[in-house]
């Protein structure tokens, strides 16, 4: 198995949920006692969320970095970003070291575009909704991207910072994000995309009128792919079948 690092702590909650999803997807494939190879480097989510609400994207992307380098001197032979949002520096990152970066967007897209979803919903940070550095990664797939109003993009986004970044979850938020889904349902979406990590804990990805991606789920479980040597072969596998035929 490769060792894989995970920049998480954005925030704890959901880095908890790639440590178990990961853990138990190797767990599955090789059965018995086996667990994954990883290296976790949690952040001070406040720090992080302090120079996003600045715009200080640049000094963000520079601590990343930083994280990076540190996992890889660590021994990594390879990353995922725990958070949709800190993609939005993925570029920066993937620039400044020598070891590959599992994109969460790429992920996602590989999956709808297999299940053959062509117009999707997207909700997650403001950043993640009102940005393009995660839309323009589905929609170069032939995905039709859409978002909520404005004002139910800015109840997802305090519902992200306020409540489930501190591990809180309501049920007033949870009827929230039913609602949204709902409305995206009958904008003739055929899916919905939880475009941030900590979603998943008021959003049932089973029990709901319209299909929901979960990336969290999604990022573990190319993780557990990518530690066991899967997602090469799959690739090798796809490119011998295309030139036999």
């Known amino acids: 198995m490769r060792k894989l690092g995970l920049i998480g702590g954005m925030s704890w909650a ?18 018995g006692l ?3 190879p990883l290296l976790l480097e949690s952040l001070n989510f406040a720090h992080v969320a302090e120079r996003q609400s600045e715009g200080d994207w640049g000094g963000l992307a520079e601590m990343l970095i930083d994280s990076a380098r540190r996992l890889a001197d660590a021994g990594a032979e390879g990353l995922i970003l725990c958070s949709n949002t800190a993609h939005k520096m993925y570029d920066r990152i993937a620039g400044k070291i020598d070891i590959p970066i ?4 790429d992920v996602t897209a590989e999956k709808l575009v297999k299940d053959g979803v062509k117009r999707a919903g997207l909700i997650g940070t ?5 940005e393009s550095f995660y839309r323009d990664r589905i929609e170069s797939n032939g995905i039709a991207v859409s978002t909520p109003d404005p004002g139910m993009m800015k109840e997802i986004d305090r519902i992200i910072f306020e409540e489930l970044a501190r ?3 309501s049920r007033v938020s949870q009827r929230t994000l039913k609602t949204c889904l709902t409305i995206m349902g009958q904008a003739r979406n055929q899916a919905v995309i939880l475009g941030c990590t900590e979603l998943v804990m008021l959003v049932d990805p089973v029990a709901n009128v319209i ?18 040597g899967l997602r090469e072969a799959q690739r090798i596998e796809v490119r011998e ?3 036999a035929a």
């Open 241 to 243: 079948t295309e030139a």
């Open 167 to 169: 591990g809180r979850v």
């Open 34 to 36: 086996n667990s994954a």
């Open 211 to 228: 299909p929901v991606y979960d990336t969290t789920a999604l990022h573990a479980q190319a993780a557990v792919e990518w530690i066991l």
């Open 126 to 130: 403001r950043y993640t909704m009102s």
């Open 14 to 31: 959901s880095t908890a949920l790639y440590y178990e999803g990961i853990n138990k997807g190797v767990a599955r494939r090789l059965g």
């Open 102 to 105: 599992l994109h969460i967007g």
